[in-house]
C-alpha cells in the first residue's frame, strides 16, 4: 500500500535515513515522538498494515540553483522510513499524528480492554 503514493516511486533513487525515535508513557496512551528535520508535512506518510505501523517521509534538498552556482553541495534529496510493530493492546482506530518543528509525534491509545481496571470488592 505505501509504495503506491506517488512520493514514494520506485524510480527515484535516494539514500535512506532512519530517523531517531523516543517512546513516552502518557497515562493510557504511548507516544513516539520522530525526529524528522526539514520534511514538508506533505511527503509524511503513516499508515498501519497488521501490527506494523509504518512513517515514511521525504526531505527535499533547497532548490537555490537560480539564485546561486552550486561549486559543492552535499545536500540530497533522503527518504525517511521507519516502523514498529504494535501488540493487541493499541487501538489501531485511536492513533493521532502531530508534525511540528520538524518532530512528528504519534500518539497511540491503548485499547479499553488493555487500560488498567480497578476491581471493587465486595462484602
Known sequence: ?????????????MPTILP???IYDQ???????????????????VCVEGNILAIKAIKRK???SGEYQALYQERQNVE????????AEV??????AEYKN???????TLAK?????KIEIKT
Do not use: W
Open 113 to 117: 480492554r488493555a487500560q488498567p481496571k
Open 1 to 13: 500500500m505505501l509504495e503506491k503514493h506517488k512520493l514514494f516511486a520506485k524510480n527515484e533513487r
Open 27 to 45: 497515562n493510557q496512551k504511548i507516544v513516539l515522538a520522530i525526529e524528522m528535520a526539514g520534511v514538508d508535512k506533505s511527503t509524511i506518510d
Open 20 to 22: 531517531v525515535a523516543s
Open 91 to 96: 487501538d489501531r482506530e485511536g492513533i493521532e
Open 62 to 64: 533547497e532548490n537555490i
Open 80 to 87: 525517511y522510513r521507519r516502523s514498529f510493530e504494535l501488540n
Open 102 to 108: 520538524g518532530i512528528l509525534k504519534l500518539s497511540l
